[in-house]
């Protein structure tokens, strides 16, 4: 989302942050922090909205959970068509023959959101090839690589929070 970022930080109905705690990182507005701060840190589980963990490798890993909070504010997006929806929902990458749109001028290798053609958030994901390049593809490349998407509630329900 680049520097559209602050949007989500000063936003007009009240001001929220990002707060770490156990290797997640969690969106949550200043009013819920202060209230957690009766709380010891040992018994608080969960804070807010999960974005993402840190891995044991010290690489951030965004979660499905922050899908709705980062796609109104993405800078480059990928509308798939329906016979792709259910394929990347169950954790495959996007082909080209699935593609309905691509945000123009996005490059190789840059963060995406995916969306169905009917403008619903379903995940995200990261470009293989830029736009100029995905239009001399084959059908059936890989267009976007999966990272998450919204059948992980299903899929990892158990270790998701």
Known sequence: ?????????????????????????YYVSESVMRKATSVGRDQLISLGICFGKFTKTGKFRMHVTCLDYIAQYAKHKVWIKPNGEMPFLYGNHVVK?????????????????????TDVPLGFGVTARSTSDTR??????????????????????????
């Open 136 to 161: 001399k593809m084959e059908p059936t490349a890989i267009v976007v690589f999966h990272q998450a998407d919204i059948g992980e509630y299903l899929r990892q329900e158990d270790t998701l929070f």
């Open 97 to 117: 023959a699935h593609i309905g749109r691509v945000t123009e001028d996005t490059p190789e290798h840059q963060g995406v959101i995916v969306y169905s053609m």
């Open 1 to 25: 989302i680049g520097r559209n970022i602050t949007h989500l930080i000063d936003r007009g109905d009240e001001t929220y942050c990002f707060r770490l705690h156990r290797d997640r990182v």
